[in-house]
């Protein structure tokens, strides 16, 4: 027979282990919580360096030449917003909408445009070296007078895009689409990488393409050149050039 000291002892003991055990699931949960807030983004906050706007609705804002440096603009929406001379240098736009947004003298070298969506977004004389826009969909967006030396387009989506006078300079166009892209009066020296690209009726007349690398003959032959495009040793004009092509 155990004594009655010994029994209130263990009750004691067990009640004590149960209330502590109650309290660390508190603790977790409010540590939880904690977390969870200091990870929420400040959508009211006004534009500075580092700001977090992560998952915010920026639609339709006046935001030329805000200091957006090194910030969290992840899946942020700026759709029809003004980023005109706004400073985007390191900024993180993964996923962000820019649909028909303004960022035309922009500064956004080293930004992360993966995967944004910025149909007829407007990215004139924006300075984007060494930017990425992998997979980003950026039909007929306008890149006039753009600065992309060393900028990255892997897979992005760039129909009847216009790089008119813009300056591609080391630009990396793999498995990229291409098709209807403007891309006479553009800017570079040395090698322009087109691996893999879908280059129909893409707009390549007086261009100098003999440093580009991955171009083939079949690319070639789907592209819009004339007698002044300059093609890799071993690649030959088509006879259809000059191509007929749509401008709208």
Request: glycine share 10%; hydrophobic share 40%.
């Amino acid at each position: 027979m155990r004594k009655p000291g010994r029994a209130g002892h263990g009750s004691i003991g067990t009640t004590s282990f149960t209330l502590g055990a109650a309290g660390f699931a508190v603790a977790i949960a409010v540590t939880a919580f904690a977390g969870s807030a200091a990870d929420a983004a400040d959508c009211k906050s006004s534009s500075r360096p580092e700001t977090d706007w992560h998952d915010c609705n920026k639609r339709q804002l006046m935001l030329g030449g805000s200091d957006l440096q090194g910030s969290n603009l992840v899946n942020t929406d700026f759709t029809m917003t003004d980023l005109r001379g706004a400073d985007l240098t390191s900024a993180d736009l993964e996923k962000a909408t820019l649909v028909r947004a303004s960022l035309a003298g922009a500064q956004a070298n080293k930004a992360n445009f993966t995967r944004v969506e910025a149909y007829r977004g407007n990215f004139s004389a924006i300075s984007a070296e060494n930017a990425s826009f992998v997979s980003a969909e950026l039909q007929r967006t306008n890149f006039t007078g753009a600065r992309l030396t060393g900028a990255d387009f892997e897979k992005a989506e760039l129909g009847r895009a216009d790089f008119t006078r813009a300056v591609l300079t080391g630009t990396r166009f793999s498995m990229a689409n291409l098709s209807r892209a403007h891309l006479s009066g553009a800017v570079f020296e040395g090698p322009i990488g087109f691996d893999r690209a879908f280059l129909f009726l893409t707009r390549i007349e007086g261009l100098d393409l003999s440093a580009a690398t991955g171009l083939t003959q079949e690319q070639v032959d789907l592209a819009c050149g004339d007698a002044a495009t300059k093609l890799p040793a071993g690649l030959s004009t088509p006879a259809k050039w000059p191509c007929q092509h749509e401008d709208d």
